[in-house]
């Protein structure tokens, strides 16, 4: 039995050169790669983690949304920050989306991302009944 691989592309020009996508699902499971908070090739909220939050979030839903799921779906989320001391911020925004869904969450700091500008970086696990 073969299960149907479905991807997520945005047209970015790293997917090919890095070689990835924005999104897989195979099966009733979905995975999301890490997402910033790069819109048309802009960094959106600058020195604002909680609008790089919500900017983060809108972009996976729709990933999610284009392969049938919804936030609803998510079950985990891991979120790598470059400053753990403003939490709260991330917290706030990462709440507003998942206030009664309440994934599995992690949010750990690290050195950098691939952009000083960027605060935050999500990934996502989703699975569909």
Avoid at 24 to 49: C, F, L, Q, S, W
Avoid at 106 to 117: F, G, N, S
């Amino acid at each position: 039995m073969t299960t149907t691989r479905r991807q997520v592309f945005t047209g970015s020009p790293w997917e090919d050169l890095v070689g990835y996508c924005r999104a897989v699902r195979v099966g009733n499971r979905i995975e999301v790669a890490g997402t910033t908070a790069i819109k048309d090739g802009e960094i959106v909220g600058i020195d604002n983690p909680y609008e790089q939050t919500k900017c983060i979030l809108q972009i996976i839903e729709k990933a999610l949304a284009e392969l049938g799921a919804g936030m609803s779906d998510v079950v985990r989320t891991r979120m790598f920050v470059t400053d753990i001391s403003r939490w709260e911020e991330i917290g706030k925004a990462h709440g507003e989306f998942f206030h009664s869904i309440k994934p599995a969450a992690t949010m750990v700091e690290v050195k950098a991302l691939i952009d000083p500008r960027l605060l935050i970086e999500i990934e996502v696990e989703a699975i569909m009944e």
